[in-house]
């Protein structure tokens, strides 16, 4: 019988090799809007990663983290599109 446990240990599995996938994709991609989408995807699956090993741990404080985590990885995110729209390094 697959139990809950061995699920979770499958999906966070998963989830950490393909954002061993997309950290390499970002090397070969061309555009700078492509490469903030892929780190924005990374940042959503730890956070995926992070809320759940916290149920598999039954960690409260680990979901605090994965919160915490997101709204600083949304904040990030929000910069560097400015920083990218206002010309980057360029200006």
Do not use: P
Not at 26 to 36: E, M, N
Request: no cysteine; aromatic share 16%.
């Amino acid at each position: 019988m697959i139990t809950m446990d061995f699920l979770i240990q499958i999906t966070i599995g998963l989830l950490i090799l393909s954002m061993i996938a997309f950290f390499f994709k970002i090397f070969f991609t061309k555009y700078v809007w492509t490469r903030l989408l892929l780190l924005n995807l990374i940042s959503a699956k730890v956070i995926l990663v992070l809320v759940l090993y916290a149920v598999y741990e039954s960690s409260e404080m680990l979901l605090d983290i994965a919160l915490t985590y997101g709204v600083i990885s949304f904040l990030t995110m929000t910069l560097f599109s400015k920083f990218v729209i206002a010309g980057g390094k360029h200006k």
